[in-house]
T-cell receptor, first 114, second 113 residues
Framework: GAVVSQHPSWVICKSGTSVKIECRSL??????MFWYRQFPKQSLMLMAT?????????EQGVEKDKFLINHASLTLSTLTVTSAHPEDSSFYIC??????????FGPGTRLTVT | GDSVTQMEGPVTLSEEAFLTINCTYT??????LFWYVQYPGEGLQLLLK?????DKGSNKGFEATYRKETTSFHLEKGSVQVSDSAVYFC????????????FGRGTQLTVWP
């Protein structure tokens, strides 16, 4: 089946620094990818839609200047958390669209900001 | 706005027991509905889906029927196995862009031998 990877799987950074998370579709091309955030024991919250070759579309309430998304190729989308603060600590998950109703999810990246 | 309300867990069952995880939704229009499963250390995987009212999705012994009149999509399995232990998420597709999913809170299922 289709595989989506994320790197790193976990990261610790200091408050005020930036951190980049990569999402790759390993065996298919994805013009559209999605970024979610998951808090402990809570559902996944959609943050943004990442479109290859164009600007990302952010959900209401998501700070686009804090969460920078780049979809530079058909197999790679990146999420950069800028000037990270402890409240940005979370589990970040990406998904990629293979076909209609076929979403493949990455295993997630745990971000801890100290 | 759109929302998904999912039965709170955790749910603990003995092997071969009957499973029901309730899911109801609120949405404008006619969303598509999904159940995803997350095994420990793995990404979410699509378990089953239904794209219109009265559709029944099924996979690996799990079933769910899209009930428009009750706005529900309850997950059922007649006989659970230890290997079914995972977190189950109900989700709806918001429709404007396929893949923009709105998730319930997830239900942790543990099956004991």
């Amino acid at each position: 089946g289709a595989v989506v990877s994320q790197h790193p799987s976990w990261v610790i950074c200091k408050s005020g620094t930036s951190v980049k998370i990569e999402c790759r579709s390993l065996d298919f091309q994805a013009t559209t990818m999605f970024w979610y955030r998951q808090f402990p024991k809570q559902s996944l919250m959609l943050m943004a839609t990442s479109n290859e070759g164009s600007k990302a579309t952010y959900e209401q309430g998501v700070e686009k200047d804090k969460f920078l998304i780049n979809h530079a190729s058909l197999t790679l989308s990146t999420l950069t958390v800028t000037s990270a603060h402890p409240e940005d600590s979370s589990f970040y998950i990406c998904s990629a669209t293979l076909a209609a109703y076929e979403q493949y999810f990455g295993p997630g990246t745990r971000l801890t900001v100290t | 706005g759109d929302s998904v309300t999912q039965m709170e867990g955790p749910v603990t069952l003995s092997e071969e027991a009957f499973l029901t995880i309730n899911c109801t939704y609120t949405a404008t229009g006619y969303p598509s509905l999904f159940w995803y499963v997350q095994y420990p250390g793995e990404g979410l995987q699509l378990l089953l889906k239904a794209t219109k009212a009265d559709d029944k999705g099924s996979n690996k012994g799990f079933e769910a029927t899209y009930r428009k009149e009750t706005t529900s999509f309850h997950l059922e399995k007649g006989s659970v196995q230890v290997s079914d232990s995972a977190v189950y998420f109900c989700a709806l597709d918001r429709g404007s862009t396929l893949g923009r999913l709105y998730f319930g809170r997830g239900t942790q299922l543990t099956v004991w031998p």
